[in-house]
Nanobody, 120 residues
Framework: VQPVESGGGLVQPGESLRLDCAAS????????MGWYRQAPGKQRELVAT???????VYADSVKGRFTISRDIAKNTVSLQMNSLKREDTAVYYC???????????????WGQGTQVTVSS
């Protein structure tokens, strides 16, 4: 079962957009969630990740414009994107990282992606 993204769309440069992702794993099994993106002809790249204790990491290209947040009770992760630029256009993927204590292994689960287009 995959996490499920929502909130993509078409916006103009300078506008804002919010992405949400509902996790598919149990709250106790998930130790981090995040967002990646892939533009046409480019590799998938990190946008932001956040752990369950709210430690966040951002790509340099989005620092100061994007904010990632985790709602443990709802088991969701959100990405608030402000001051959007044309180069932010991409398919955005939600990542769910689970850790199995019994096997000491981490597993990554990807959403199907949501399109964000920034264009005038």
């Amino acid at each position: 079962v995959q996490p499920v993204e929502s909130g993509g769309g078409l916006v103009q440069p300078g506008e804002s957009l919010r992405l949400d992702c509902a996790a598919s794993g149990t709250i106790l099994s998930i130790h981090a969630m995040g967002w990646y993106r892939q533009a046409p002809g480019k590799q998938r790249e990190l946008v932001a990740t956040i752990t369950n204790d709210d430690y966040a990491v951002y790509a340099d290209s989005v620092k100061g414009r994007f904010t990632i947040s985790r709602d443990i009770a709802k088991n969701t992760v959100s990405l608030q994107m402000n001051s959007l630029k044309r180069e932010d256009t991409a398919v955005y993927y939600c990542l769910e990282q689970r850790f199995d204590i019994s096997t000491m292994t981490q597993s990554d689960y990807w959403g199907q992606g949501t399109q964000v287009t920034v264009s005038s």
